[in-house]
């Protein structure tokens, strides 16, 4: 079992920018795939970024020039820069990690855009 911990939400203003850590448990994180994922109210879940085990990377249109994903599997932890935020950008953000045909989810940190 793997447990995954998301920190660094809040509330921001417009063009600001949030920093969110994904902390996981367990000997698996470094050759695992990692996902943030995103819901704001109403909406399907949807992907934000990804990054490899190999570190390729992958961005939602909306999101891409603005946020950067990143890993650090000396501290089994994955990150999401996030800068020029937008009112769209609110929701819940969720830490992803796949593993073989497993998956695993935090319990969401909540990010909110707004002046």
């Known amino acids: 079992q793997v447990l995954l911990v998301e920190s660094g939400g809040g509330l921001v203003q417009p063009g600001g920018s949030l920093r969110l850590s994904c902390a996981a448990s367990?000997?698996?994180?470094?050759?695992?795939?990692m996902g943030w994922y995103r819901q704001a109210p109403g909406k399907q879940r949807e992907l934000v970024a990804g990054?490899?085990?190999?570190?390729?990377?992958n961005y939602a249109d909306s999101v891409k020039g603005r946020f950067t994903i990143s890993r650090d599997n000396a501290k089994n932890t994955v990150y999401l820069q996030m800068n020029n935020l937008k009112p769209e950008d609110t929701a819940v953000y969720y830490c992803?990690?796949?593993?073989?045909?497993?998956?695993?989810w935090g319990q969401g940190t909540q990010v909110t855009v707004s002046s």
């Open positions: 992803n990690l796949a593993f073989l045909q497993q998956l695993f």
């Open positions: 367990g000997s698996i994180f470094s050759i695992s795939d």
């Open positions: 990054i490899s085990r190999d570190g390729s990377t």
